[in-house]
């Protein structure tokens, strides 16, 4: 694919948006400079340009007009993205949707609301608690990201354990496909006619079209809601715990693991107060009717007990449960005060091989000489490993970039996935080489082509070239096999 | 409960058919061969591709080929304490995995529950280039790629051959308790708005002939605890009440006259429609048997942002679903061709022109 841009024609494809008023319109370079990066900050690339509309239409304008140029698109919301999905290209538009900050309606008896992409995602909860409702999936970024990057995400959060993710809270969306129209995908009912393109588009990491409206689901505020905390003095009794809970027929509101590095700087910094001891941590928080929430916290204490925790806590005030969550909510940059980098993976795995990859980071830390804090979702076996690194070493950052790609392998390894919530971005493009085939990937190809034939919205994201793969595989040699033995090597 | 994997015979067929343009008719135990356009091709049996692959309880998931039967599937997970949230329609005891997720047919637990697509972890699809592919995964969180899986729920094999399906399956209920209340239509909409809004364990909401019926499910305090709110009317004469509805063995579901499904916001009013109703899921879900014309049906459906599904009696002049809008449906035409570029699988099962 050849692009057409130029700095020289920034004007003449400027003169094709006579609508679009000028303070939508960023192309000074200091003021570029803000949409460098997405939260991946080792990858930055400046925007050609930066364009923030304030209305569909526009939006539409100024994606035909890309069509027709043939200027690339990448869609922007809170920019907190963590696999460098948002990064702007040198020769395309940067559609930022951060001026869709409205929340349209709330419709309290269908439990509905109707948002435009760029509302934050708490900001949806907090309009709507005055109904006994709330929004269910809640990425610790919740105060920052925007509905439309959670959709673009297919993102999760601590509560996703019992209440599913972004694509099981979501009805309906507005997308302005690559050719402008404006397409309606789900509706209001519980299903809608033909295939299930909300799905799809969930997780599409802004390569299909562009979301310029979201409703989403609301569901009654539990009755009650109670955390305990658990202390052991061994990861992998941690890990078995969370095994027996689930195996008992109980689905804890969340149930997170944080081990040794991660509970010291997250006391250090916001005083959760984590036994800090212990060589991990499980919060496991049950909701549901008062009643219900007593014979589980009972069922829950005693199993954690039996699994050989060495301290049980419930906490006794919502106070107090707050305190617990906030440490974990803020155990990221608590990581970020005690490294001056550090580098968040996401790979998901059978919580059954939970001990044996925990050891496996373990060793893998040893020999790159890389510490790795850990916390993550254990419900769901979504692991957040943070490696840290410093930028300023030369060198550094390479190896921290191969130990992460070696986890991601690992998660494939034991039946699991390169990414559970952050996606695959500009990050993990050469991990999907791994965990997908040649014909899987030309499926996803055709798919994207069915809606994007140009190529022109995300490119380079998500899903790789087969040239990539080949490059890629030249260096990783799969199964004792060379994927893509048909391509030329580079 | 066979096992054995013809995912490569199935494959090796579904090549041939693309290499001589042969349009192929998917199937399994047939019970569903009702719902969408019948097809004039080969047929494609996948009822004898049976087994479950993976099942492990601790970790909430089963894998099975799309051959197997439900009701094995369902024993198994009841043996465990375990069961399928989206509590399938099923139509008669040999209907089939693959059928169920292909049709997208939830049961009364869909709006507490989810979905079949809710449910839907990963799939091992062939395409209609016969490349047998594998999307998605056995995890309850996976980002990677698009999520070409969940896709294929409700897509009636028109974007290619289910071979396997890995779903998240959920603890059965400790406890159940259904009460009955008489009520009309109007009433029972409005109350079940009202007990949605509140945090109350259902998993259940009907309506039909002057009562409501409502199913409480979970641990026994909060059953209790939500009975003692909603005051006792506990139903004694049907047992198989809920069983009634997920196998369309209700006497409501028994007639000859052409019966509609309507799928709309789940408060809407009663719609201004004759014939006769049975109301499901809160309100979201509107069986209705009724000799009024498509258009008026559908433009009612339509108005109030949903949709009509002549669910039984489609034939050459009807579409079985809701038409799209133009744009819409060349989007559909272009994803069944990234798919099925020789538009061989199940062609017009869904919409004519597709
Ligand atoms: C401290 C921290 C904690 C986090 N915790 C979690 C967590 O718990 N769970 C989780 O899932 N994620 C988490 N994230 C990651 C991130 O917040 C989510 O991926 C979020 O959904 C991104 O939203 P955003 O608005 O910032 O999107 P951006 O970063 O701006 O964009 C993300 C992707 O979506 C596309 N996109 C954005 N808006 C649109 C649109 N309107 N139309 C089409 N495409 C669009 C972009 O092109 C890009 O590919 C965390 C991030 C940080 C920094």
């Known amino acids: ?490 | 409960m066979s096992d054995a994997d013809l995912t490569e015979s199935l494959r090796a067929h579904v090549e041939q058919a693309f290499i001589e343009r042969t349009p192929l008719n998917i199937h399994g135990a047939r019970s569903r061969a009702f719902y969408g356009h019948a097809t004039d091709a080969a047929d494609l049996d996948i009822s004898a591709h049976q087994g479950v692959i993976n099942y492990e309880p601790s970790e909430l998931v089963l894998q099975a080929r799309a051959g197997t039967r439900l009701v094995d599937i369902e024993q198994l997970l009841e043996d465990n304490r375990q069961m399928l949230g989206f509590e399938p329609l099923r139509f008669s005891s040999d209907s089939t995995l693959g059928g169920a997720i292909a049709s997208g047919l939830s049961g009364p637990r869909r709006p507490f529950a989810g979905a079949v697509r809710d449910a839907v972890l990963g799939a091992g699809v062939i395409n209609g280039k016969g490349e047998a592919l594998r999307f998605g995964g056995q995890v309850m969180k996976n980002v990677a790629g698009y999520d070409l899986s969940r896709l294929m729920a409700g897509a009636l094999g028109t974007l290619g051959v289910l071979t396997d399906i890995s779903m998240k399956v959920v603890p059965r209920p400790e406890s159940e308790y259904t009460l009955r209340q008489s009520a009309s239509q109007q009433q029972a909409l409005e109350r079940f708005a009202g007990w949605m809004g509140r945090p109350l364990p259902l998993s259940g909401a009907c309506w039909h002939d002057g009562h409501l019926y409502l199913r409480l499910a979970g641990s026994e305090a909060s059953v209790r605890q939500a009975q003692q709110a909603l005051g006792d009317a506990k139903l004694r004469e049907q047992p198989d009440f809920w069983l009634s509805l997920r196998e369309h063995s209700h006497a409501f579901f028994t007639r000859s006259m052409p019966l509609w499904r309507l799928s709309v916001p789940p408060a809407t009013p009663p719609l201004a429609l004759d014939g006769d109703w049975l109301i499901e899921w809160g309100g979201a879900q509107r069986w209705l048997h009724s000799d009024a014309t498509a258009e008026r049906i559908r433009g009612i459906a339509a108005e109030v942002g949903g949709h009509a599904t002549l669910f039984r009696g489609a034939d050459d002049n009807c579409e079985a679903f809701h038409p799209l809008p133009a744009p819409l449906l060349a989007l559909h035409q272009r994803l069944k061709k990234s798919f099925d570029p020789a538009g061989i699988l199940n062609p017009g099962r869904m919409y004519r022109d597709l």
């Open chain 1, 1 to 490: 694919m050849k692009y057409a841009a130029q700095m020289s024609d920034l004007d003449t494809f400027l003169a094709g948006l006579p609508d679009l008023p000028d303070h939508c319109v960023v192309r000074e370079s200091e003021e570029r400079r803000a949409y460098e990066c997405d939260g991946l900050s080792a990858y930055r690339r400046m925007p050609w340009l930066v364009l923030l509309p304030e209305t569909v239409e526009q939006v539409q304008a100024i994606v035909r007009h890309c069509q027709s140029s043939g200027i690339p698109v990448v869609a922007r919301g809170a920019g907190t993205g963590l696999s460098g999905g948002a990064l702007p290209l040198e020769n395309g538009v940067l559609l930022s949707l951060a001026k869709f900050n409205r929340i349209l309606d709330i419709d309290v008896a269908n439990r509905l609301a109707r948002v435009q992409p760029g509302v934050r995602n708490l900001a949806i909860s907090e309009a709507v608690d005055q109904h006994g409702l709330y929004y269910a999936p809640d990425p610790s970024s919740q105060i920052a990201c925007s509905i439309g990057g959670n959709v673009a995400e297919n993102a999760g959060g601590v509560h996703c354990l019992k209440y599913g993710l972004t694509v099981h809270n979501i009805s309906e969306i507005q997308l302005v496909t690559i050719d402008g129209e404006l397409l309606t995908l789900g509706g209001r009912a519980l299903d809608a006619a033909g295939y299930d393109l909300l799905a799809l588009l969930t997780g599409s990491e802004g390569l299909l079209g562009i979301i310029v409206e979201v409703t989403v689901k609301l569901l009654p505020k539990p009755e009650r809601a109670q955390v305990i905390l658990a202390a052991f003095d061994d990861v992998t009794k941690a890990g078995a715990a969370v095994g027996s809970i689930i195996a008992a027929g109980i689905i804890p509101a969340g149930l997170e693991m944080m081990d040794k590095l991660s509970i010291q700087a997250a006391e250090d910094f916001v005083h959760a107060g984590y036994p800090l001891d212990a060589a991990a941590i499980l919060l496991c928080e049950l909701d549901g009717t008062s009643e219900e929430v007593s014979e589980h916290v009972f069922k829950v204490r005693e199993l954690l007990k039996s699994s050989g925790a060495t301290e049980v806590r419930t906490a006794k005030s919502d106070a107090e449960r707050v305190r617990f969550w906030k440490g974990r909510k803020a155990a990221f940059p608590a990581v970020g005060r005690i490294s001056p980098d550090y580098y968040c993976m996401d790979g998901t795995i059978p919580r059954k091989a939970l001990p044996q990859v925990l050891q496996t980071i373990e060793d893998l830390s040893k020999q790159y000489g890389l510490p790795v804090a850990n916390v993550f979702h254990a419900g769901d076996g979504n692991l957040h490993p943070l490696i840290l690194y410093d930028a300023n070493k030369p060198g550094e950052l390479e190896r921290t970039e191969e130990f992460g790609g070696r986890i991601l392998e690992l998660c494939i390894s034991v039946g699991g996935t390169i990414t559970g919530e952050h996606g695959v971005g500009m990050e993990k493009i050469n991990q999907m080489c791994t965990q997908f085939n040649e014909a899987e990937l030309q499926q996803f190809h055709a798919v994207k082509a069915a809606f994007d034939p140009g190529g022109l919205l995300n490119p380079g994201k998500a899903i790789p070239t087969l040239a990539r793969c080949a490059e890629f595989g030249s260096m990783h040699v799969h199964g004792g096999q060379l994927p893509f033995p048909e391509l030329e090597r580079f």
